[in-house]
């Protein structure tokens, strides 16, 4: 079974990215389940959703404190809330930042780890221009379609397109397509150093 956390703040489409990831999993004719944690949080505060995807029935509904990926949708909860509990050592880290790890001040946390499984991708930045507002949910599954290759990106859009129509299906399906391809060139500068 493999397991995404996601962490976001509440307005950012945390819960819809969740319930994309489970739907690219379902075109892929396979079992996922998508559930948000949140209480009565307003927009803005902190909200975390989860997706398991599995070849066969998943039985278990408890969230997911042990996850094989995290996605952050919002960098300014890095140094607010333990994002990386449960998170072994091979484990993939994608978040949407323009800065590094480093540069995140998450240096001295990244030893030990995969580094070619710990990216930072410009989601935010990519999403205004495709489509016009900051809601990197989308994008950031095209980045871990590439990273992980839990699921197709090709399942990732047609989930998105499933999920929304005209020109927000379009945008969101150009900004995971264009989150992906840099993920993608990120990826070939680890084989090639």
């Not at 399906?173 to 264009?178: D, G, H, K, N, T």
Request: proline residues 4%; negative net charge; aromatic residues 6%.
């Amino acid at each position: 079974m493999f397991q995404v956390r996601i962490h976001g703040r509440g307005g950012q489409g945390v819960v819809t990215a969740a319930e994309l990831l489970s739907l690219a999993a379902f075109q892929e004719d396979r079992h996922a389940q998508a559930f948000p944690s949140f209480g009565s949080e307003r927009m803005g505060a902190p909200v975390v959703s989860f997706c398991r995807i599995d070849d066969r029935e998943i039985r278990t509904h408890e969230p997911v404190s042990e996850p094989d990926a995290l996605i952050v949708q919002d960098p300014t909860l890095l140094h607010q809330v333990d994002l990386f509990a449960g998170l072994r050592p091979d484990g993939y880290v994608l978040i949407n930042s323009l800065l590094t790890f480093d540069a995140l001040g998450l240096g001295e946390w990244t030893r030990g780890f995969h580094h070619e499984r710990l990216l930072t991708v410009p989601a935010g930045e990519i999403c205004r221009r495709r489509i016009g507002q900051m809601r990197p949910n989308a994008a950031l599954l095209g980045g871990l379609a590439a990273l992980t290759s839990i699921v197709s990106l090709d399942s990732v859009t047609r989930a998105i397109e499933a999920r929304f129509a005209g020109r927000v299906a379009a945008g969101n399906v150009a900004a995971a397509r264009e989150c992906s391809e840099h993920v993608l060139a990120e990826m070939e500068m680890y084989v090639d150093a």
